[in-house]
């Protein structure tokens, strides 16, 4: 270049190698660079020459070196360290999205074996005021990203390389302008096939910024090379005075500034400044400055001269760039939800208490922040009230109860909001705030108790459930479904029914009594239960007992409704026909109808028909019930164990009349006997107590 020629050249480059972490925080910038003094010159020498570099703040370099002799075509070169770099020249910033699809949020978590679209968004930005050139980007991709497709490219030129342990994508740049940012969009699909955390590549740039430093050094030289220099005497015409010149002559092939130039005349007392210039002069190779004047003196003057020069330079600056970005890591996200059904199998045509529990296990890498349960309860169970639902989240520390937590629940509802088993039912739960709590391999349950009502044998029962999780940033949920869907299964139980009837004169003439006993001889229960038996004609119906069934009367037929009549359980129907002439047997018709027959809509109990005004429980049978009952509270008085109470009850239940009310105390009884020796005083005596009386009146 013609700005360089004839100069000793100082080549100053700097380099700045920055790291950036995974999430392109600036680890550290490691300075260094190198000084080069270079003779451009193919014959001349340079010799006595001193580099100073003035300022040497923020590195290890001398301030000032003498270099000695540097000959035609060498160097002098010194290496230093640069500290205290504070930001790059090229800033870079990547974008990784794993959900392109959604514009408003960048995803940084993959799910697991699901196409995830991606994109990868590259962009450098200039922060000088002056451009960067010769920019190379090389960007490594994992091996599970497939179909890379350009998206935004502003400038410059892109190859991808594919191979079976990753993608290399380069991206190439001529410059980039003062101040100016360039991208570089990449589209692609990833498919995770495990959940370990998944590192998503480095990224290795490198480029060039002339004219620029990061130092503060500005270096001059001072050196000799080859000249010639002399002074010339001529006498005048005039005895005594001569005339004088000095001369400098540049002989090298380098340009070189004369600063200076001193003659002096040697006399018996001491020596005379003749001659003193600054000419402060560049001069090309081979050319020369010289200056006349005049010296008195009797006898050839003796003359000496100094000249005071040095060698030109011009400085080249630069910095290099090598930016590193280490490999940015994103986690999986993966659950599994699991159905626990308890029991696993239900009788046909029973009334069965049952759980269930959900759990959804955290298998992926990423914390787990939202969670969406959809749970279905098939038709003929009773679903729960939202109030019997508990969540659970077990953490290694503690267990929180999230269903007594408001701040995690978004969404809780059973719907239809009813519990009719006539209907399938669907709860839906929406959870958020979990990913403090909800690391990898936890669990959380989801349990609740249904009942089973009279389902139907050889039925599928299928009680899906589904989840969706996300990370804290939310976007396409991860899905889960168990691999076999759920399914109640009904064991099919035959039903045994025995009724009795007996036909007995009554105290008066024209009365006869009639008991009709009814006994579940199976397993199962019976609901909604019709007997019917026929009246003969000339007879009325009067005493009928339980009277807490429902009852229908007309001229030739008593129609008779129980609701329910447990497994191994039986009711006695008693009632008294008053007319003339004989009471011919016929046997009672049994009809068991199932859940709903006596329902007018959804799950509301329909309205009795009228029927003639029957007789309450006889007086002498009232006394029974209330002696039955004192001797209770006088044991209760007494001092009494739990379970032993409970023992008597059992033993004195043929005291009571059968029907509903006895099956519901001998429930009560059996919760008696399982506080086992427990006395009854305090709270529980009155508890009992209370208990007991609400069973009287249901009797008298």
Not at 103 to 132: G, Q
Not at 135 to 143: H, Y
Not at 144 to 171: L, M, P, Q, R, Y
Request: include cysteine; proline fraction near 6%.
């Amino acid at each position: 270049m013609s700005e360089f020629k004839n100069l000793i050249i100082i080549d100053i480059t700097d380099v700045e190698e920055p790291l950036l972490d995974g999430n392109q925080n600036v680890k550290q910038i490691k300075g260094s660079g190198t000084i080069a003094v270079k003779n451009p010159s193919k014959t001349s020498r340079l010799w006595n020459s001193v580099l100073n570099l003035k300022e040497v703040v923020n590195t290890n370099a001398q301030k000032s070196m003498e270099m000695g002799i540097i000959n035609p075509g060498k160097s002098f070169e010194k290496s230093y360290t640069i500290e205290n770099l504070e930001k790059p020249c090229l800033e870079l910033e990547e974008i990784f999205d794993t959900n392109r699809e959604l514009s408003d949020k960048v995803n940084n978590a993959f799910l697991f074996k699901e196409p995830n679209l991606c994109r990868l968004t590259i962009k450098l930005t200039n922060t000088l005021d002056k451009p960067i050139t010769d920019i190379n980007i090389t960007r490594t991709l994992p091996a599970f990203v497939k179909k890379i497709e350009f998206g935004a490219n502003e400038t410059g030129e892109v190859n991808i390389n594919e191979s079976s342990d990753n993608t290399v994508v380069n991206w190439t740049v001529d410059s980039i302008s003062a101040n100016e940012t360039v991208l570089l969009e990449l589209n692609f699909k990833a498919i995770v096939e495990s959940v370990e955390e998944k590192e998503l590549g480095p990224t290795n740039i490198t480029y060039l910024v002339e004219n620029h430093h990061l130092t503060l050094m500005d270096p001059l030289i001072r050196g000799l090379t080859d000249s010639l220099s002399g002074v010339t005497t001529d006498e005048s015409a005039s005895p005594g005075t001569w005339e004088c010149n000095v001369e400098f002559i540049n002989d090298s092939e380098f340009k070189v500034k004369l600063e200076k130039v001193d003659v002096t005349h040697n006399v018996p007392t001491g020596t005379e400044h003749i001659v003193t210039e600054e000419p402060e002069l560049e001069l090309a190779p081979d050319k020369s400055w010289d200056y006349d004047f005049q010296v008195e003196s009797k006898n050839v003057p003796e003359l000496e001269s100094s000249i005071k020069f040095t060698t030109l330079y011009k400085v080249i600056k630069r910095v290099k760039g090598k930016l590193t970005k280490e490999s940015t890591i994103y986690k999986v996200i993966k659950a599994k939800v699991k159905k626990n059904i308890t029991p696993p199998e239900v009788n046909a045509y029973a009334n069965t208490d049952m759980t269930i529990e959900n759990v959804v296990t955290n298998e992926g890498s990423a914390l787990i922040n939202s969670l969406r349960i959809s749970d279905t309860i098939p038709v003929d169970f009773i679903p729960p009230e939202i109030k019997d639902i508990e969540l659970r989240l077990f953490t290694k520390t503690e267990t929180i109860e999230l269903h007594k937590r408001d701040e995690f629940i978004n969404n809780l509802k059973i719907n239809p909001d009813d519990i009719s088993p006539d209907k399938a039912h669907t709860i839906t739960i929406e959870l958020t705030k979990l990913s403090d709590y909800f690391e990898p391999n936890l669990e959380f349950k989801m349990g609740y108790p249904i009942l089973a009502k009279n389902p139907k044998p050889e039925t599928k029962y299928a009680t899906p459930v589904e989840i969706g999780v996300n990370p804290q940033i939310k976007g396409k949920e991860y899905i889960n479904r168990p691999e076999v869907e759920p399914e109640i299964k009904i064991k099919y139980v035959a039903r045994k029914l025995k009724t009795l009837k007996s036909i007995r004169p009554g105290a008066s003439e024209g009365e006869f009594d009639i008991s009709i006993r009814i006994q579940n001889k199976g397993k199962v229960e019976l609901e909604n239960i019709m007997v019917k038996d026929k009246i003969p004609s000339g007879f009325d119906v009067i005493n009928l007992y339980p009277e807490e069934l429902d009852y229908k009367v007309s001229q030739s037929e008593l129609t008779i409704q129980i609701v329910e009549l447990e497994g191994n359980e039986s009711i006695s129907i008693k009632f008294t026909c008053v007319g003339s002439g004989e009471y011919p047997r016929t046997e009672p018709n049994i009809i068991v109808m199932g859940r709903g027959a006596f329902k007018q809509g959804s799950g509301t109990p329909a309205e009795a028909e009228s029927a003639p005004s029957v007789s309450t429980i006889t007086p002498k049978m009232k006394a029974e019930i209330h002696e039955f009952f004192k001797n209770l509270y006088d044991k209760l008085e007494q001092g009494i164990q739990s379970a032993e109470l409970g023992d008597y009850i059992e033993k004195m239940r043929d005291k009571l009349p059968p029907g509903p009310v006895l099956h519901s105390f001998m429930k009560y009884t059996r919760t008696l006997k399982e506080k086992g020796d427990e006395v009854i005083v305090g709270s529980l005596k009155d508890e009992i107590i209370e208990k007991l009386k609400s069973f009287e009146d249901k009797y008298v």
